[in-house]
């Protein structure tokens, strides 16, 4: 029985991973045209609740408002970008119905938007997730992390419609995380960074960080996906901010900020990046075991540390960048087929640069060259901190 379990999860994850890498997203294609916004539970699946001042505050109210202000901030300044919510109303959808309505739609973008709270007053903040899994469940930085992990997943255990032996607390669910994770991994973590960047502004300030989680409703979607917890409902200074039409409007606001920027850069260079797909990202901040095989990429961050410097010092340089990932590699890895690497740390990605130097002019005649082994392969400046596209 166990081996056929283990044959059948190994078959589902081989289907998952290609049906996501088939699975057409508008945007590569050029502009996002399309973005799906999830107000997260709804009907009986109320989310966390909270009294105050004798009215009970519901996690799945605020986050239907948030949605709803979000779509409006967003088709008012975009018309032309057509904004699909998973649920207009207080209605219950199941976790994989909601990837469904994304999926149909051929979304180029998700957010799913959820309010967190914990038995812990004190607790505050914001919090943005993309699709991930710590290699070691019991290594995870916060606890609190996977135990909001398990508290949004729980009514995945009640839809009728999840998949057959897809149990999201079973580790060996983790082989189908890592193939679908990376798949949209870069432009997922950019966009989570840019929230994060935009909801530090406020009206919640208190930042708690970017994370990769095995969220259900990020795993059923094909495409770039963030879920934001957007403040604590048990804490009373987010509480009094959450439940507030201004609160509110605020919080969408810097979501629609971290959008417009998102689009703007995305619509530019629709088509110029790619990850690793073999390799999975760690958080930055996570400690790591170092083997004698990883010995390598310990050393590269010392490099890196002295490139930026280097870069700093001798003004802008220009190059190809072949690939950005989550995941630190060597600069000698046989991926970049022998090239000079520049490895530019932006947030949490990596960005490998080939053949940087002071001429533009050369880089462009690099660009031709390199698209032959790489042909998603562009041409950027960068000052050793940041890289941009140089049309």
């Not at 959808?93 to 909601?98: A, K």
């Not at 340089?317 to 950005?324: E, H, N, R, S, T």
Request: proline share 3%; net charge positive; with cysteine.
């Amino acid at each position: 029985m166990r081996h056929s379990q283990i044959h059948f999860r190994f078959l589902l994850a081989i289907i998952a991973g290609l049906v996501l890498l088939w699975h057409p997203c508008a945007a590569q294609n050029g502009a996002i045209k399309t973005v799906c916004i999830d107000a997260g539970h709804g009907g009986h699946d109320g989310g966390c609740t909270r009294k105050d001042s004798g009215k009970t505050y519901k996690e799945k109210d605020i986050t239907l408002d948030l949605a709803k202000e979000l779509a409006t901030q967003i088709t008012t300044a975009y018309p032309d970008v057509t904004v699909v919510l998973t649920r207009s109303e207080d209605v219950y959808v199941t976790l994989s119905g909601r990837g469904k309505i994304a999926n149909g739609a051929k979304a180029d973008l998700f957010i799913s938007i959820h309010i967190d709270a914990t038995k812990n007053t004190a607790a505050k903040g914001f919090s943005i997730h993309c699709l991930g899994q710590s290699r070691d469940k019991n290594r995870d930085l916060f606890k609190y992390n996977m135990d909001v992990c398990r508290r949004e997943n729980e009514v995945f255990s009640l839809d009728e419609d999840k998949p057959a032996e897809l149990d999201p607390n079973d580790p060996a669910s983790a082989m189908v995380f890592s193939l679908m994770q990376n798949v949209h991994l870069e432009q997922s973590l950019m966009f989570a960074e840019d929230v994060q960047r935009e909801m530090r502004k406020g009206p919640i300030k208190t930042d708690r960080g970017v994370w990769q989680n095995p969220f259900q409703v990020l795993w059923v979607t094909s495409m770039p996906a963030v879920l934001i917890e957007c403040g604590f409902l048990s804490n009373d200074s987010d509480r009094k901010i959450l439940k507030s039409d201004d609160g509110k409007q605020k919080i969408a606001a810097a979501i629609f900020r971290a959008f417009k920027t998102y689009k703007t850069r995305f619509d530019a260079e629709a088509d110029g990046s790619v990850i690793v797909p073999e390799k999975t990202a760690v958080p930055e901040k996570e400690e790591k075991t170092v083997t004698k095989q990883e010995e390598p990429v310990k050393a590269t961050v010392e490099e890196v540390k002295a490139e930026e410097k280097t870069v700093k010092d001798n003004g802008i340089l220009y190059g190809v960048q072949v690939m950005a990932s989550g995941k630190l590699l060597s600069k000698n890895d046989k991926a970049f087929k022998g090239h000079k690497v520049t490895i530019v740390k932006s947030g949490k990605l990596y960005k490998y640069v080939l053949d940087a130097g002071p001429s533009e002019e050369k880089a462009r005649k690099n660009l031709k060259t390199i698209k032959k082994t790489f042909p998603q392969a562009f041409l950027v400046k960068t000052d050793g901190t940041t890289t941009e596209m140089v049309r």
